[in-house]
């Protein structure tokens, strides 16, 4: 009965995991929002701020694009907060004693190769949003808007990348143990 139990839990896991990871080898660059902020220079300040700034544009985005269900919903709700982006920007530069502002738009841009964690997106042209902070002559950050690969559905870990939970996985998680 357990081989049974363990069987499902695996296989419900297996479903779960695929329902929460994007499959990015599936989509065409068509089908991706990405993101890019570009940071004034690459002073180690700079560089500091461009990672307060990037935390400040997920926290003010993430609630917003938590209603997008398509790439055009996630293009319309960051083009009507374009102007907020910007202020969120500016009040962390500022907070952080730089006197430069920045610059958000969405555009078409080329991209290189690029993995989060462990979803590859290909090189190409996608839509993205643009943040530049100050100059935009430094080093840049990278992700993605939508699918969601850095805004929802996952959590930080404290290193750039997102993990991913399953519910589900937790709920079975919690009554194996319970079970055993």
């Not at 499959?23 to 307060?52: C, E, G, M, P, W």
């Not at 269900?69 to 996630?74: G, L, R, W």
Request: charged residues 20%.
């Amino acid at each position: 009965m357990k081989k049974i139990i363990y069987a499902l839990t695996a296989l419900i896991a297996l479903i779960g995991i695929i329902m929460i990871v994007p499959n990015a080898s599936a989509k065409t660059n068509a089908d991706f929002l990405r993101i890019h902020i570009r940071a004034d220079s690459n002073s180690q300040a700079d560089q500091n701020v461009k990672y307060a700034v990037k935390t400040a544009v997920v926290d003010y985005l993430t609630p917003y694009l938590a209603q997008a269900t398509d790439k055009q919903k996630a293009m319309s709700i960051v083009n009507s907060h374009l102007k907020g982006i910007e202020q969120v920007c500016d009040e962390t530069l500022s907070q952080n004693g730089f006197n430069y502002t920045s610059k958000a738009k969405l555009t078409v841009e080329e991209f290189p190769d690029r993995s989060y964690n462990g979803v590859t997106l290909s090189a190409g042209v996608y839509d993205a949003l643009i943040i530049e902070l100050g100059s935009a002559s430094g080093n840049n950050w990278w992700c993605v808007v939508y699918p969601p690969l850095c805004f929802v559905g996952g959590e930080s870990n404290g290193t750039n990348q997102i993990i991913y939970k399953s519910k589900l996985m937790e709920i079975i998680r919690q009554w194996t143990e319970s079970h055993k």
